[in-house]
């Protein structure tokens, strides 16, 4: 069975290259900056394709996208990578509920604890466990050998004018908007 193409030439249910939407934008809507729009969809791209490898390594540990974002904001919280539910739904954008439920499954998983705090028995407090640690550093190890990998190409000097470049575009963001470094599920 050929491959079954559309008019342009692209196959039917593949993405077409960014050349090929680019130019599509641009016949509908002939005010687009073609450059600019090749980065930002070069952007997206790359990021929700990271995303699947990195959910793929995730899974491969036993452990979903969801908690390795806890866990990396307990690491992040730093030793002894304690942490108070409500702020970490903060951190990751999420409803008190949503938090809780996750904490849950991930006590029950051997990932965290969750213990009341001696110094005040009203507050809990969400501790990373040296299994949870372990997945996170097992998840690094992944993580760093596909980022090498994606990289490979690019020399240090370009590594570093990137990473620069991508801090300046995410200040701005950042600056224009504050409230959505969370999940936007309001604005769903």
């Avoid at 050929?2 to 939407?21: C, F, V, Y």
């Avoid at 008190?96 to 904490?103: D, E, L, S, V, Y």
Wanted: no cysteine; net charge negative; proline share 4%.
């Amino acid at each position: 069975m050929g491959d079954t193409s559309d008019t342009n030439g692209a196959a039917i249910g593949s993405e077409p290259s960014l050349e090929e939407q680019v130019a599509a934008y641009q016949r509908e809507f002939q005010d687009l900056d073609p450059q600019v729009e090749k980065v930002v969809s070069a952007l997206s791209r790359l990021n929700r394709r990271m995303n699947v490898a990195y959910g793929r390594q995730t899974a491969a540990l036993g452990i979903s996208n969801a908690e390795w974002e806890v866990l990396k904001a307990l690491v992040l919280s730093g030793a002894p990578y304690r942490m108070g539910p409500s702020d970490l739904a903060k951190r990751l954008g999420l409803t008190p509920a949503a938090m809780t439920h996750r904490i849950d499954r991930m006590v029950t998983e051997g990932l965290v604890t969750r213990e009341r705090d001696e110094q005040n028995r009203v507050r809990v407090i969400v501790e990373l466990t040296p299994e949870g640690r372990g997945k996170w550093l097992e998840a690094m190890r992944l993580a760093s050998v596909f980022e090498a990998d994606l990289l490979q190409d690019l020399s240090a000097a370009e590594r570093g004018v990137l990473g620069e470049v991508l801090t300046r575009l995410l200040r701005r963001v950042e600056h224009a908007q504050p409230d959505a470094g969370g999940r936007l599920s309001d604005l769903d």
